[in-house]
């Protein structure tokens, strides 16, 4: 396989988000070095660090952010599994911080000063480009050393905020959780799309507003299963079921 094909078939493992691991198997710490260092040297705005990163390889803690902090959005008050996609051997969780200004230009003013309306949300988009550019990086490294990837953005929910990631995370600074990019080894038994993990939470009963909510705020809700169903299935939306073949997007482009 040449070089060029290899890159095609990892981005489009990186597009496959697995759904189901294999726990039973660790990535060297060598691996681990490797991506953090990628993440620490991926291009950036103004070449700023505007995000924070907690790289979680322990079991224990794997497991309370699996069980806890990764259910799917309720939909006008209905059931929502998990995302069972942040099951992987080592978890890389991108979050917001307070930002650096090594250069003295990164929010281009000084405390105080008079900006237009539109500079924070500015602010923001740099922000989110910055992580997006570092978890493309470490996900496609991932890919070619022979590991699947998942990508998770719910992770406030059932009234775990901010501070709940904090502690758990050990975080003695501030660390609100962004996106959650999750590395390991799949299930042999189950193609990517598939979990075994049937577990689902519904709203309390007492939970109010439930046509304007996406996530429980006010009670931890009720945990069920799902009896009917033997494996539960995401899509898949990106690539052939039987062959992963990646499906076109439609992108259109230009050569000029």
């Known amino acids: 396989m040449s070089q060029l094909d290899k890159e095609k078939e990892a981005i489009a493992i990186t597009r496959r988000c697995q759904r189901n691991w294999d726990k039973t198997k660790t990535v060297p710490q060598e691996h681990i070095d490797h991506w953090i260092y990628l993440c620490e040297n991926s291009p950036s705005k103004q070449d700023e660090c505007r995000y924070a990163l907690a790289v979680v390889t322990d079991q224990k803690t ?17 059931d929502a599994g998990r995302n069972t996609q942040t099951g992987g051997s080592v978890l890389f969780i991108f979050g917001d911080t307070e930002r650096s200004d090594f250069n003295g230009d990164v929010q281009g003013i000084d405390p105080g000063e008079n900006v237009s309306a539109g500079f924070d949300y500015r602010s923001d988009i740099n922000f989110n480009r910055d992580i997006g550019i570092a978890m493309g990086i470490v996900a496609f490294s991932a890919a070619n050393l022979g590991y699947k990837t998942g990508f998770n953005t719910n992770v406030i929910y059932n009234n775990h905020g901010h501070s709940d990631w904090q502690k758990l995370l ?21 193609k990517w799309y598939e979990s075994n993990d049937l ?16 996530m429980l705020e006010d009670y931890p809700g009720v945990r069920k299963k799902w009896t009917d169903i033997k494996v539960r299935t995401f899509g898949p ?3 052939d079921p039987k062959t992963g073949k990646p499906y076109k997007k439609g992108l259109s482009v230009k050569i000029v």
């Open 170 to 190: 050990g975080m003695d600074y501030y660390f609100a959780p962004k996106v959650v990019l999750s590395i390991g080894y799949p299930d042999p038994n189950l």
């Open 237 to 239: 939306i990106s690539a």
């Open 62 to 78: 794997r497991d309370i952010i699996y069980d806890e902090y990764s259910w799917g959005s309720h939909r006008r008050g209905i």
């Open 199 to 214: 577990e689902y939470i519904y709203p309390d009963p007492r939970e109010t507003d439930l046509n304007n909510k996406t």
